[in-house]
T-cell receptor, first 115, second 116 residues
Framework: AQSVTQLDSHVSVSEGTPVLLRCNYSSSYSPSLFWYVQHPNKGLQLLLKYTSAATLVKGINGFEAEFKKSETSFHLTKPSAHMSDAAEYFCVVSAMDTGRRALTFGSGTRLQVQP | GAGVSQSPSNKVTEKGKDVELRCDPISGHTALYWYRQSLGQGLEFLIYFQGNSAPDKSGLPSDRFSAERTGGSVSTLTIQRTQQEDSAVYLC??????????????FGPGTRLTVL
């Protein structure tokens, strides 16, 4: 069994300030971890993916995430927020479960960027 | 096409009617998933197809829901006798199924279903 907890349902930052979106996970297997972003009325877009190659993963649009096994965390960060970053962000864990590659989504964090 | 496509983008129907939602996965992707996203909720897994294997239907909420995947490509999700609680965005995703990116899922834009 696996689960994902996104610790904040809403995050509001000012343009140009850092972004931190928190995610904790649990998995019985060696998981892959993802962050997806969903802009209003748009589909889900893959931001970045962790497998096991490197604990610090760089994604698109300046985002990155660090896998910390001891803390079972995979927090998403960006040094400087842009207005276009306003969207819903989903942390996702993927692991083999009963023969299927199962994705479990967090409940999402809505990022608001103030001018 | 370059990505996953879904049709229609929006569907409004009356309670009790049947609806069909279509998904065209990325060419060559062997795995296909259907999810449901209700207002303010995360994604709920519905069904999974992998190649010619029997589909994993464990997420289907009731026997009113069914899905097919013809020729290992296009998939259709059918909801019979729709209810208001079926209103949601239905998302389709595909993944290569093999190789290093086997578990990276690429999502379509979704179909927004409204049941009146």
């Amino acid at each position: 069994a696996q689960s994902v907890t996104q610790l904040d349902s809403h995050v509001s930052v000012s343009e140009g300030t850092p972004v931190l979106l928190r995610c904790n996970y649990s998995s019985s297997y060696s998981p892959s971890l993802f962050w997806y972003v969903q802009h209003p009325n748009k589909g889900l877009q893959l931001l970045l993916k962790y497998t096991s190659a490197a604990t610090l993963v760089k994604g698109i649009n300046g985002f990155e995430a660090e896998f910390k096994k001891s803390e079972t965390s995979f927090h998403l960060t960006k040094p400087s927020a842009h207005m276009s970053d306003a969207a819903e962000y989903f942390c996702v864990v993927s692991a083999m479960d009963t023969g299927r590659r199962a994705l479990t989504f967090g409940s999402g964090t809505r990022l608001q960027v103030q001018p | 096409g370059a990505g996953v496509s879904q049709s229609p983008s929006n569907k409004v129907t009356e309670k009790g009617k049947d609806v069909e939602l279509r998904c065209d996965p990325i060419s060559g992707h062997t795995a296909l998933y259907w999810y449901r996203q209700s207002l303010g909720q995360g994604l709920e897994f519905l069904i999974y197809f992998q190649g010619n294997s029997a589909p994993d239907k464990s997420g289907l909420p009731s026997d009113r829901f069914s899905a097919e995947r013809t020729g290992g490509s296009v998939s259709t999700l059918t909801i019979q006798r729709t209810q208001q609680e079926d209103s949601a965005v239905y998302l389709c995703a595909s993944s290569p199924g093999v190789g290093p990116s086997t578990d990276t899922q690429y999502f379509g834009p979704g179909t927004r279903l409204t049941v009146l």
